[in-house]
């Protein structure tokens, strides 16, 4: 029995994985707001008064959180807390991993195969074509709360992830109205902003800042509506509006094609031809805007080197739609790592 735990900007969850052979079963979960809670042994502990059988089984825990992990301290960057592995394993008394969150999507990844019910979509190159993985390189790049990055290299069936934090490197503008999208960030920070102001929850509030400030939405309804909203709420309720609201409409096409700008650049860094994992909630939950006239994979190809375009061909883009990928990556660490 293997404790996992999943700790984002916006949810906490805690697990118990049972590894079965070459399977981990999902016993218990159990849902926190990150927000809402203490820290992280205060949702252990929670979760060990729900499922006190379940604590007492573990004898592995791994932990992810969105952040940089230095000397076993989770950094969270969107979060009010760190999470320190020597204080869990001593509230836990059993060996702590403490890894970055998109390790633990990297982990994840070996077990799609094997593991239906985690739930994915292969992504459609714009002449119809899905190339077949290939190499020992795949890459994980997520929008949600933030702006996720990892890699995983296999090496004689072994597995190694590597945590990055690329979602806060610089990010250049392809067209005139990211241009202008950008000289408007630029006011707001005082130095250039990094990528996860464009490619996220936050880009989204961003860029419907940017559409209402510049006079690209009519202050109808539906926009009075977010603007009245907390920054954090509005990009869940631009997404919710895109499918009868024209302006926010056109913001979510924009933000896909910043997306794809975004996973492109990665992929041109870790040229991942065993496959470009897509993670986080806002593309599992708008996946129409994603494929729609291939949307998303126009814009990956798009490149200003036309020798650099058949490698970005060549990737296999795959969307990651499970939620729960996270604690399944966390029990193979957890097993990977202990060994």
Request: proline share 6%; hydrophobic share 40%.
């Amino acid at each position: 029995m293997i404790l996992v735990g999943d700790i984002g900007g916006t949810n906490t969850s805690i697990a118990a994985m049972e590894e079965r052979e070459d399977r981990f079963v999902l016993q218990a979960r159990e849902r926190f707001q990150t927000a809402s809670i203490t820290g992280i042994q205060e949702a252990l502990s929670c979760f060990g008064d729900r499922h006190p059988d379940l604590l007492r089984a573990a004898r592995l825990c791994c932990l992810s959180g969105a952040g940089p992990v230095r000397d076993g301290i989770c950094h969270m960057t969107n979060v009010h807390f760190s999470i320190d592995r020597s204080e869990v394993e001593e509230h836990l008394g059993i060996p702590v991993f403490m890894i970055n969150d998109f390790s633990a999507i990297c982990y994840a990844l070996p077990l799609l195969d094997t593991h239906p019910q985690i739930d994915t979509t292969v992504f459609a190159h714009p002449d119809g074509s899905t190339p077949a993985p290939r190499g020992s390189v795949r890459a994980v790049v997520g929008a949600g709360t933030g702006l996720g990055t990892g890699y995983l290299i296999e090496d004689n069936g072994h597995f190694v992830a590597h945590p990055s934090e690329g979602g806060h490197a610089d990010f250049a503008s392809r067209d005139p109205e990211t241009d202008e999208f950008s000289r408007f960030l630029r006011r707001l920070y005082p130095l250039q902003p990094g990528a996860e102001q464009y490619v996220s929850g936050q880009g989204i509030a961003n860029l419907f800042a940017f559409y209402s400030a510049t006079d690209r939405l009519e202050r109808d309804e539906t926009v009075s509506g977010i603007l009245s909203l907390p920054p954090t709420q509005r990009p869940g309720a631009v997404a919710a509006a895109a499918s009868t609201h024209p302006g926010c409409a056109r913001i979510m096409k924009h933000f896909v094609r910043l997306y794809a700008q975004y996973a492109a650049t990665t992929a041109l860094f870790l040229l991942p031809f065993a496959g470009l994992y897509l993670a986080g909630g806002i593309a599992a939950k708008n996946e129409r805007w994603f494929t729609d006239d291939h949307r998303f994979m126009q814009a990956f190809e798009s490149n200003y080197n036309e020798r650099i375009t058949p490698l970005l061909r060549e990737t296999p883009v795959v969307l990651i739609k499970d939620y729960e990928v996270s604690l399944y990556g966390a029990a193979h660490a957890a097993v990977s790592l202990a060994r």
